[in-house]
């Protein structure tokens, strides 16, 4: 009996060998939560940590905002966990690091972060230092002001020079709105958050805050006494995923996984789950720049 035992546990063995020998043959090794990968890609070397490190916004209703749980919520912490999820890696293994406008490209730079998912618009400066994925979401600039203001209506009520408008230090809306504004210096204020522009306006230390138009219709939706939007949309915010310069790879996979979303419907409960509370229109998905 001894010995029967010993050739079935032998044979288990050879068969386990056997499998991993032809899983390995087309360049893939099995990894965990049933997803394969090609060897030495960066979907291979997460998936075998079971662990990610994510860049969002803290500050930003609707897109990345920390809720009562400790944890962010919004539209981008959703997508994020879309792509978690397709690595085959549980939510609760996501490590979620802030990641203000400021810092987003040099989080992915110095490898603090996998990715960031963070209303993060695609230019060609920051492709410079870093990669998108996407877009998946395209959003436009606008204006909010106090309930009762009625002499700001757009962009170009700045230019006469008497108005203070807020924004974010590193964003895109910040860069855009210099050239609205007739002496930057004086009229132009930064800060490191958004909510700091929102208390800011509240306080009538600024006459407006400045960015895409979904966060400022997060900050009305749970203020509405107090803060309207002024115009309408005056830029276009195509919203990437940024991963690091060289990893085409992963920047392929992430792709692939948006275009999946949108097709299965995900993508649009991510929304229609967080920023689409808030009146914010979704519109159709945006085409993939697969450059």
């Known amino acids: 009996m001894r010995i ?6 032998a044979a288990v063995a050879a ?5 991993t020998a032809c899983g390995g043959d087309d360049g893939e090794d099995a990894g965990s939560g049933g997803k394969s ?8 070397k997460l998936n075998k940590a079971q662990k990610i490190k994510v860049g969002t916004k803290f500050d930003q209703p609707g897109f990345g905002q920390k809720g009562l749980s400790g944890k962010p919520e919004g539209f981008d912490v959703e997508v994020a966990k879309i792509i978690v999820k397709e690595l085959g890696i549980p939510e609760d293994k996501i490590e979620w690091v802030e990641a203000p406008s400021k810092v987003r490209e040099d989080v992915i730079v110095n490898g603090t ?49 008497t108005k203070k408008v807020c924004s974010v230090t590193g964003s895109t809306p910040a860069e855009t709105i210099k050239q609205y504004v007739k002496d930057v210096g004086t009229q132009l204020v930064l800060f490191d958050t958004y909510d700091k522009c929102r208390d800011a306006l509240k306080g ?25 939007l002024a115009g309408a949309n005056f830029t276009k915010e195509p919203y990437g995923i940024g991963v690091k310069k060289e990893d085409a790879d992963f920047r392929s996979f992430i792709n692939d ?7 299965d419907g995900s993508w649009k409960k991510a929304w229609d789950d967080t920023a689409g509370k808030f009146g914010a229109e979704l519109g159709a998905a945006p085409t993939i720049n697969r450059y």
């Open 113 to 161: 972060v996998d990715l960031v998912a963070a209303t993060y618009t695609i230019n060609d400066k920051r492709k410079e230092r870093i990669a998108f994925a996407g877009p998946y979401y395209e959003a436009g600039q606008n204006i909010m002001v106090k309930k009762d203001e009625a002499t700001i209506t757009g962009p170009d009520s700045f230019k006469d020079g």
């Open 257 to 263: 996984t948006l275009d999946k979303a949108v097709a």
């Open 204 to 228: 009538g230390q600024v006459d407006a805050v400045t960015t895409d138009n979904v966060i400022l219709l997060g900050y009305i939706a749970k203020d509405e006494a107090s803060f309207k």
């Open 15 to 19: 068969l386990a060998l056997g499998l």
């Open 4 to 9: 029967k035992r010993v050739a079935a546990v």
């Open 37 to 44: 990968f090609a060897a030495g890609s960066t979907m291979e």
